[in-house]
């Protein structure tokens, strides 16, 4: 018998220390998570970082967050992408005093839809999905409440439903993922314990939750000297009040609780009531933060296919994005720079069409964190002068042009004449612009486009006013002559100006003069004129070609244009002219002719001696003076005079 007892004694000691040795650590962790606020928690946090050494934080650390979203199987009952706005907004605002920022990319929020896990409270399937930031799941609203934290402190929070359960908590219809509950939660994420634990425990063992004993001598049950003892507010509170009702810890009576803080963050008051960390928490969650959420800005760098880059002419910009040939990352957009190593900020940000030589450096731009990754290597561009490039010129003196040039917009100055003998190009936005009382003569010389664009802008003249009313001469004159030359641009000469009194109005007033077998074509218009309220128009257009233009004369308003000996080929029409009237003598016209003399302009045109290959079109209302057309030949068969609006008068034809 006593060699059986000894047998029992020896190999059952062993087995039981062995089962010890393989359970009790098991056995601690389940305790500890009973015991110890119901949360796992890192050894770390039981360091107590009293008040003495708070101080406000000197820098703000960023959190990377990420979303998980859950919804029912068919994509309903779950969270909008505004509910996560409004979180971030929540996290935001709350610990921006305590020297927390949140970011995050909508694009890498990840969505799934599963009834089963948006129903489960169980928040130990819940786990980290990145490593590198805070994980966030997110159920629906109408589901079971719950919310959760994977450990103090943590990187995976777990919040979603609604709280129905207990009509007497402080969280009575809190939805978590809507309240300050978040900020709760996160809090414990950086650290922080309920500002009631281990402030009533009575008896706890040192093994199994060490930080408890400090509440059986302090107030720090909670690791932070300056949140006071606290009993656990969730059914202490006054209804719809964020006042405390004085009850006393429930397990010992005895335990002082004089002043627990009704607006802390950490506390089981009502999420409406929650609005404040202390100094002592802050300090704790800039110690305890976990390093590996925290964020030091994007890293993805572009990568460029070329460093040195030029423009095409007659294109003065180059799209530096054309160089970008990585893949763009998740939320970001690419911004261009002059600025190669910024400290706090991108200066200037440039537009991908750069028309400046230099050096730029590409970044990406993340608009949802409103940050910058790194530079990307440099590219050199370099700027070729185009057509046109050239700075505008004043002309502040009678001045003669003699060399053929490109050129950038040219203004002639009142009282002074600018006379071209020469080949001038300008780009598609650039012009001449002759100013009242300036002459502008081209005397043998060709206005023309720019290689490889479409046209130029054309020469702009002002009216004189006196001479418009009829009170003088005119003193603002174009003179083409000489075989002089003008093409491609979308006006070739356009004398029609605006003036504003009680309505804004059309008005001419500038002299043209075309002549000694001078040429306009492959313009939108050949030469535009408008009203002259006092007298007759003294322009005039003498031995000249109108060819390949949209229209080679186009009148509104105006009286007396004279033109004639002059050829009109291939305009898509020849003469337009509303409430006008011309002199046209000895021409030849192979396009249309539309001329009418209505209100306010009653007086008939004059057509002598022309040759028509297209319809000539005319109008008037009765008491317009009389449409002269004499020894006009219309040569093409089925091309004929028309007649339109109350004609009542003769016309004379022979």
């Known amino acids: 018998m006593k060699n059986v007892f000894l047998f029992f004694k020896k190999y059952l000691w062993h087995n039981l220390i062995l089962f010890l040795l393989i359970f009790i650590p098991y056995l601690k962790i389940e305790a500890q998570s009973n015991l110890c606020d119901d949360i796992p928690y890192n050894v770390s946090v039981y360091q107590n970082f009293g008040i003495t050494q708070s101080a406000p934080p000197i820098s703000t650390t960023t959190i990377k967050v990420y979303f998980m979203v859950y919804r029912d199987n068919d994509g309903s009952n779950g969270v909008s992408n505004q509910r996560l706005q409004d979180i971030m907004d929540r996290l935001n605002t709350n610990y921006q005093s305590a020297g927390f920022a949140f970011v995050w990319r909508l694009c890498e929020t990840i969505y799934t839809n599963d009834t089963e896990l948006n129903n489960s409270t169980n928040s130990c399937i819940f786990e980290e999905i990145h490593t590198d930031g805070l994980n966030i799941h997110v159920r629906g609203d109408s589901k079971p409440h719950r919310a959760r934290v994977n450990s103090i402190p943590g990187t995976v929070v777990f919040v979603g439903g609604t709280f129905t359960i207990n009509q007497n908590s402080t969280f009575i219809g809190d939805v978590p993922s809507a309240t300050n509950s978040i900020v709760h939660e996160v809090g414990h994420c950086l650290g922080l314990f309920h500002t009631h634990h281990g402030s009533c425990a009575s008896e706890v063992p040192t093994s199994m939750c060490p930080s408890d004993i400090n509440s059986m001598i302090s107030s720090n049950g909670d690791m932070v000297d300056d949140t006071p003892r606290d009993p656990n507010l969730e059914e202490k509170m006054i209804i719809n009040s964020c006042t405390w009702n004085e009850d006393k810890c429930e397990d010992n009576m005895n335990i002082p609780i004089t002043n627990p803080l009704t607006n802390n963050f950490m506390s089981y008051t009502r999420p409406t009531c929650m609005t404040s960390f202390t100094a002592g928490q802050i300090t704790r969650m800039q110690a305890l933060c976990p390093s590996n959420i925290k964020y030091n800005g994007p890293t993805g760098v572009p990568t460029l296919s070329g460093d040195e880059v030029s423009n095409q002419c007659p294109v003065r910009a180059f799209d530096l994005n054309t160089l970008v040939n990585s893949l763009l990352p998740c939320g970001a957009e690419v911004r261009w720079s002059t600025d190669s190593g910024p400290l706090n900020s991108i200066s200037p940000i440039v537009s991908n069409l750069v028309s400046q030589t230099g050096f730029y450096y590409a970044y990406y731009y993340y608009a949802d964190e409103n940050s910058y990754g790194p530079a990307s290597q440099p590219v050199y561009f370099f700027k070729n002068k185009c057509c046109g490039d050239l700075e505008d010129l004043i002309i502040t003196s009678n001045t003669d042009i ?14 002074y004449t600018l006379t071209i003998k020469s080949k001038l190009q300008f780009a598609e936005d650039k012009g001449i612009e002759v100013e009242y009382g300036a ?23 002002q009216g004189d006013l006196s001479y418009i009313w009829g009170f003088g001469q005119p003193t603002t004159e174009v003179i083409v002559k000489n075989a002089g030359s003008i093409e491609y641009a979308y006006i070739a000469i356009n004398a029609v100006s605006q003036i504003t009194f009680f309505t804004t109005t059309d008005i001419g007033g500038a002299k043209i003069t075309i002549n000694g077998n001078s040429i306009i074509s492959h313009c939108n218009i050949g030469v535009k004129l408008g009203p002259i309220y006092g007298l007759n128009d003294l322009s005039s257009i003498d031995d000249a070609t109108f060819s390949n233009n949209d229209k080679a004369i186009l009148l509104s308003g105006n009286n007396g244009l004279k033109v004639s000996n002059s050829v009109f080929d291939h305009n898509a029409m020849d003469i337009e002219g509303g409430t006008s009237s011309l002199i046209a003598d000895h021409n030849v016209f192979n396009g249309g002719v539309l001329m009418d003399a209505e209100y306010p302009t009653y007086t008939g045109s004059t057509f002598i001696n022309n040759e028509f290959f297209d319809d000539v079109t005319i109008g008037a209302l009765s008491n317009a003076t009389d449409f002269i057309i004499q020894n006009n030949q219309f040569l093409v068969l089925g091309y004929r005079l028309l007649v339109s609006w109350i004609l009542t008068y003769v016309i004379m034809i022979s």
């Open 402 to 415: 003699i060399l053929n040039q490109d050129m950038g917009n040219i203004k002639v100055k009142s009282g």
């Open 439 to 461: 002459k502008l003569i081209i005397d043998g010389g060709t206005l023309t486009k720019c290689p490889l664009v479409a046209s130029w802008k054309g020469i702009k003249v």
